[in-house]
């Protein structure tokens, strides 16, 4: 895992952008608290190199939610419901094809405030194919992604996590994305049911965690009301991907807690 200098929200994702007329509660800090909190967020952006993360070194209590291979027809406009009711901003890393199937489920991703990022357009191993396939699926994705939402794709999840030098060199150079992996995998892939990936997810949170889950399976979408629930009892507020590494601590700061896990290079879905 490394770390770059702290930064300005990323291009095309705004603090302000995210911000409702939802009061913040006195109980902890959530998601649409962001703005206030930090006002350094109006001044020019810095630009910075592309880099991989797994999690975010802050010492503020913010974890980012990720959902995965969406947009689901049915199941993705539900969590969406449940994200607006909680006033909780998400990071969605959609499939291109997907988008241009359902391009009304990826304009309400962006328009009730949640990031949408590049999970590449037929979901492949791209350690696996080849140098111009790679860029193919990368850029017709982000081409669809801006075409339909308006948005241009700031970082990317490489399908199944596996990813290599090669691929993350591609991302950096031809592409501009940051890799984005997690910390915690609940393994909802595999169905293990609602209690399972509620209880994984919490008990896996950290002070800048990212956290993997999939709006494609019924169980969770299921876990996400109790795994919001449970997160915000623990004091823990919620960040879009780009929020959550412009909250990156400075050298001069106390480093992120340890433990933070690290994610798998590959796994099966």
């Known amino acids: 895992m490394r770390f770059t200098a702290p930064l300005a929200v990323a291009a095309g994702l705004s603090f302000a952008a995210c911000a409702q007329d939802r009061p913040a509660s006195a109980r902890h800090e959530p998601s649409i608290s962001i703005t ?27 974890v980012a939610l990720t959902f995965d291979d969406g947009p689901h027809p049915v199941l993705t406009p539900q969590l969406l419901d449940i994200l607006r009711n909680e006033g909780v901003r998400a990071t969605f890393y959609v499939i291109g094809r997907n988008v241009q199937t359902y391009p009304e489920i990826a304009r309400r991703i962006v328009a009730e405030g949640h990031e949408i990022a590049n999970h590449t357009w037929s979901h492949p191993t791209l350690t696996a194919i080849s140098a111009a396939r790679l860029d ?60 399972v990936v509620r209880q994984r997810l919490v008990d896996g949170a950290k002070p800048g965690g990212i956290l993997l889950a999939h709006d494609i399976h019924p169980g969770t979408i299921e876990a996400m009301p109790g795994t919001i629930r449970d997160l915000k009892a623990k004091g823990f507020g919620f960040a879009t991907v780009s929020q959550l590494l412009a909250l990156q601590d400075s050298p001069a700061a106390p480093p992120a807690p340890a433990g933070q896990e690290q994610a798998a290079v590959i796994r099966s879905e």
């Open 36 to 62: 206030a909190a930090a006002p350094a967020s109006t001044a020019p952006r810095q630009r910075r190199s592309p880099a991989s993360y797994n999690a975010v070194a802050t010492s503020r209590p913010f």
């Open 136 to 195: 193919k699926e990368m850029t017709s994705t982000t081409e669809i992604i801006q075409r339909v939402t308006g948005r241009r794709p700031t970082n990317m999840r490489p399908p199944y996590g596996a990813v290599n030098e090669r691929v993350r060199q591609s991302m950096f150079n031809d592409h501009g994305l940051d890799v984005i992996m997690w910390s915690v995998d609940p393994l909802d892939w595999r169905r293990p049911g609602a209690e």
